[in-house]
């Protein structure tokens, strides 16, 4: 199970040991704990374990080689426990327990709460009463009932370094200032198209540099990206891309902007943001596969968001403003196969959870 720090990882695995009592968790970052595992001892494995039917390995990232030591216990009949293993970073956890674990195992995505989580928990009116808050503070766990200089305390506590502990120990950064600097230009050019070179020139490093740590904040779970779709029709844009944060507080926070929805300039770009990241927690969550993609021609068409299943379309638009206006661009419905077309705006949020 793979999500951010501070999306309740742990907290999920403490509900689920109270409907399981055969389950016990177990803290990777606890040297005592990291120790056991990393000696590969089987012995000394199993009477850690004790006879707990089901052993959760919380942050399991933190320790070397990961993959080929639970395979070790999964193939091990003498200890015969099921294995849930959580990971702030992908690039450690996913990589290293990849192969070893092919056919083994099933993975989980956790982001901060979704649309549907809150709803479930305040009911719908509160909820569409949150939604400017939601916008600026986003919807981690820990933040979503402060009051407001809370949640500004928090956010920015989270966005300078803690949610990229990962990043810092992997990459083992002595300027944090050059992570800092990429992601507020990300931030600025949300829902615009991302040049690779442009970010080389902000941050003054190279285009490699620029990749690798691009790379490094999707795998642990701060930033995502929407590549271009294209079937190579002589306007359409090819290999672009654009980049969104799961969550739209820790965006505002590397901005260092609280202000609300009706001061902001950059409301068109919050609000395609919050869109798209909750549309990817309802698809992963309902767990639906589709091919994500934006769509945008040289002359100025475009379609925010896409959703391609067995070749067929869902294209979707988000509008701040309820007055505006949308329809799929022709130059899109007469090549493709479109299933479903929808305008997103404050007054239909409820199409974000429909999977």
Not at 17 to 24: E, I, Q, V
Not at 177 to 194: M, Y
Not at 295 to 302: C, K, L
Request: glycine share 6%.
């Amino acid at each position: 199970m793979y999500g951010a720090r501070q999306t309740g990882k742990s907290t999920l695995l403490e509900m689920l040991t109270k409907l399981n009592p055969g389950m016990k968790i177990f803290n990777c970052e606890n040297p005592v704990v990291a120790d056991v595992l990393s000696e590969r001892n089987l012995i000394k494995i199993r009477g850690m374990f004790d006879d707990h039917q089901i052993i959760a390995l919380d942050e399991a990232q933190v320790i070397p080689e990961i993959g080929s030591i639970l395979k070790l216990i999964y193939d091990d009949k003498e200890t015969n426990v099921q294995l849930l293993v959580t990971g702030s970073s992908s690039f450690e956890l996913s990589n290293s327990a990849g192969e070893p674990l092919t056919g083994r195992n099933i993975t989980f995505r956790l982001y901060p709460l979704s649309l549907s989580e809150i709803k479930k928990e305040k009911g719908w009116l509160e909820t569409i009463e949150m939604l400017d808050k939601l916008l600026i503070y986003g919807s981690y766990p820990g933040v979503l009932d402060l009051p407001d200089n809370e949640k500004r305390q928090k956010l920015l506590s989270l966005g300078s370094d803690y949610l990229f502990k990962d990043i810092f120990k992997f990459e083992s950064l002595k300027n944090p200032s050059l992570l800092r600097k990429l992601l507020k230009a990300l931030a600025i050019q949300t829902g615009n198209l991302v040049s690779v070179n442009e970010l080389a020139q902000i941050t003054g490093v190279s285009t490699i540099t620029v990749e690798r740590y691009l790379d490094l904040l999707e795998k642990t779970f701060v930033i995502f990206s929407l590549g271009s779709f294209s079937s190579n029709l002589r306007n359409e844009l090819k290999k672009s891309k654009k980049y969104y944060f799961h969550d739209n507080g820790i965006r505002n926070a590397v901005l260092n902007n609280f202000s609300n929805p009706d001061q902001r300039n950059d409301i068109g770009a919050l609000w395609e943001n919050y869109c798209i990241s909750e549309r990817v927690k309802t698809l992963e969550y309902s767990r639906e596969n589709p091919n994500l993609y934006f769509w945008r021609t040289y002359d100025g068409a475009e379609i925010d968001l896409l959703e391609e299943k067995d070749g067929a379309f869902t294209a979707w638009e988000f509008k701040w403003s309820k007055r505006k206006k949308a329809k799929l661009p022709n130059g899109f419905s007469e090549n493709y196969k479109v299933k479903d077309f929808r305008l997103v705006n404050p007054g239909n949020i409820d199409l974000l959870a429909d999977p």
